[in-house]
């Protein structure tokens, strides 16, 4: 078995030939990555529906838009929270995860974590891979993986974020950007 060398804390840039529906220009975070699997959440979907109405006590701490993002395909009736905390530790019920961002536990009391969070996005469902899933997809030339910033988590913007990531980067990959939501239109 090879070793695979940690994605985590990176992002994963859908690129344009990659044909799952649930990734169209999609960007996720990557939150975990090693032998055993990859699990990351979809940073640019979000829903219509406002954290309040599902997770009351957070809904006063998430950042704008302030609603729910569909992390990924698996685990729909689940949540995750995920928080930037700029500094050295976080408080009790945060885990970081890469650099300032981290997970949040959402049992834990709103209290506990409100004068630390930098920012606070909450997201139904995740996006996994099995073991070697994510590295055959990355050879098949599905994804771009590039660095993320803590701003990413946290984007005002999330429907723009695919063009804004690519834009950033300092090669070839920039042009991407410009990619036509529909080629056929060209």
Not at 34 to 52: A, F, Q
Not at 114 to 143: M, V
Request: charged content about 20%; cysteine-free; proline content about 9%.
């Amino acid at each position: 078995m090879t070793e695979v060398s940690s994605l985590t804390g990176r992002l994963l840039v859908a690129t344009p030939a990659l044909s799952d529906p649930n990734f169209d220009r999609a960007v996720v975070l990557l939150l975990d990555h090693d032998g055993k699997g990859s699990l990351g959440v979809v940073l640019n979907r979000p829903t219509p529906v406002d954290v309040g109405d599902i997770l009351e006590p957070w809904g006063g701490l998430a950042g704008e838009p302030g609603v729910v993002f569909r992390g990924g395909p698996v685990a729909l009736d689940s949540a995750l929270g995920l928080a930037v905390i700029p500094g050295g530790e976080g408080p009790l019920g945060w885990r970081r995860v890469y650099g300032a961002i981290g997970l949040v536990d959402l049992d834990a009391p709103p209290e506990l974590l409100a004068r630390a969070l930098g920012s606070l996005r909450i997201f139904a469902g995740y996006a996994g891979w099995g073991p070697g899933q994510l590295e055959n997809e990355l050879r098949d030339g599905a994804w771009y993986v590039v660095d993320s910033e803590p701003g990413d988590v946290s984007s005002p913007r999330p429907e723009g974020l695919w063009r804004a990531v690519l834009r950033r980067q300092r090669s070839e990959l920039a042009m991407v950007a410009t990619y036509p939501d529909d080629p056929s239109l060209n």
